[in-house]
């Protein structure tokens, strides 16, 4: 079976209604990402970190997949897929995805600040300063900010580098390291680069750019995909 790996960004989500940074001129619901996505901003303030995160998590709640994560879903029946995302949302899990790997946290968990291997599902949408894990220190949302490391991003180009078709959906290339995946993707496999305004890629082999949302692109390239395979 021949394995795909997508890599998603920020533009799926915003299919589905959930704002973003690079939508918004760098604000997310009027907030600096200096102050609600970094080490030092919750130093400072964990409650307002706490509180945008909240809201965040009740917008995920409120929001469904879109046409674009139900395709990439259906590619399971004939393909090995993995989701990579920069996306810390849950919809390509609801809309059926069985492997996805967020290289930038999942607004679903929370994790202790004593012990960053103590990760808990939250549950319902609030955190508050009570939230506590089992050695008795707050919970802070599991998300990796800006100035963290991305843990995920090994096993992120271990598979990429093996991918037979590798699928670019809905991100500016412009956030590292997950950007340079991009870079990871054999010479041979087939690629496709999915976004209304993606630009040509230098030195990359086999990139084939839609210009498109998601939304549309996706369903239609999949079953481009599907019709290809022999299994």
């Known amino acids: 079976m021949k394995r795909i ?11 589905s209604g959930i704002r973003t940074f690079r939508d918004s001129g760098g604000l997310w619901e009027e907030h600096d990402v200096k102050d609600v996505a970094t080490p030092e ?11 945008f995160y909240n809201q965040r998590r009740k917008q995920m709640l409120e ?6 994560h139900l395709a990439l879903a259906k590619l399971e029946s004939k393909y090995d897929v993995t989701i990579i ?3 810390v949302d849950d919809l390509h899990e609801r809309a059926g995805s069985s492997k996805v790997i967020h290289l930038h946290g999942e607004l679903s968990k929370s994790r202790s600040t004593a012990n960053p291997d103590l990760v808990y599902n939250v549950d319902g949408w609030e955190l508050t300063a ?3 894990c089992e050695l008795g220190s707050r919970l802070r949302p599991h998300i990796v900010w800006f100035g963290e490391d991305v843990p995920m991003m090994i096993p992120a180009i271990q598979l ?7 699928i670019i959906v809905g991100t500016s290339l412009e956030v590292y390291p997950a950007a ?6 054999p010479d041979e496999s087939l690629k496709y680069y999915v976004d209304p305004n993606a630009n040509s890629i230098s030195n990359i082999n086999n990139l084939h750019i839609v210009r498109e949302k998601s939304g549309i692109a996706l369903p239609q390239l999949v079953d481009e995909l599907l019709s290809m395979s022999t299994k």
């Open 41 to 51: 901003a919750w130093s400072r303030n964990p409650d307002l970190v706490t509180r």
């Open 130 to 132: 009570d939230s506590k």
């Open 180 to 185: 340079g995946l991009v870079l990871r993707a």
């Open 63 to 68: 929001s469904t997949p879109n046409d674009g």
């Open 160 to 166: 990429t580098s093996v991918a037979d078709i590798f």
């Open 85 to 87: 995302t920069q996306n």
């Open 5 to 15: 790996v997508v890599f998603t960004g920020a533009g799926i989500s915003a299919e």
